[in-house]
């Protein structure tokens, strides 16, 4: 089953051909997907991703099978279906499909019909300052949520959709020395990247 994920989307913002080589990994190589620099900057996306979990205690994760080699994407559909069934529900990694266009959700957030689409970002900002200077370097979050936005409206008419971005705030700080070691990076068997929690990791939101 071919789809277009956000993933794919966003490679197509920057390159068009970029579609087209993405996935042939034995006849193009991809020199990025072993920059160390460039892997430890999608590592910290992914630790920044749980953490803003912790805000959300009550949460549903939609897991991936430990043996999912071929990757089933009406199973995580179905999963969240069920769950949207629930009058009030936040679930993680939600999925979606709407003909040929697949996401996963970071957050959402159901309560009713209305569904708050949440898309975590490592990127930072400052309140009352960067918040509404929307320069070009926001272009791709923006596509991306809008994206998202997209096809849950398009698979999910019944419900009213609103977008949010959820950004680390430069004004707050920490009193956890060494906090990114709280979360620590995987890589689960069918190799897609996890984070194990340290049992002090709910102390961060508090």
Not at 135 to 156: C, G, P, R, T
Request: one cysteine or more.
């Amino acid at each position: 089953m071919k789809v277009l994920t956000k993933t794919r989307f966003k490679l197509g913002l920057e390159c068009p051909n970029k579609l087209y080589y993405t996935g042939k990994i034995n006849e193009y190589a991809n020199p990025k997907s072993k920059d160390p620099f460039l892997i430890a900057l999608a590592d910290g996306g992914f630790q920044v991703e749980e953490l803003a979990r912790l805000h959300y205690p009550e949460g549903i994760l939609i897991e991936d099978k430990k043996d999912d080699k071929n990757y089933d994407y009406l199973d995580k559909v179905q999963q969240t279906n069920e769950l949207l069934k629930l009058e009030n529900v936040v679930i993680f990694e939600a999925a979606f499909i709407y003909e040929n266009l697949f996401i996963r959700v970071d957050i959402i957030e159901k309560i009713g019909n209305k569904i708050n689409l949440i898309e975590v970002k490592a990127k930072s900002f400052k309140k009352g300052e960067d918040d509404i200077k929307f320069d070009s370097s926001w272009k791709f979050y923006l596509f991306d949520i809008a994206f998202q936005k997209y096809v849950i409206e398009k698979s999910n008419p019944e419900y009213i959709v609103t977008p949010f971005l959820m950004l680390a705030d430069k004004n707050k700080t920490t009193t956890i020395d060494k906090l990114n070691q709280l979360f620590r990076i995987s890589k689960k068997s069918n190799n897609r990247t996890g984070v194990i929690k340290n049992g002090r990791a709910n102390l961060a939101i508090t």
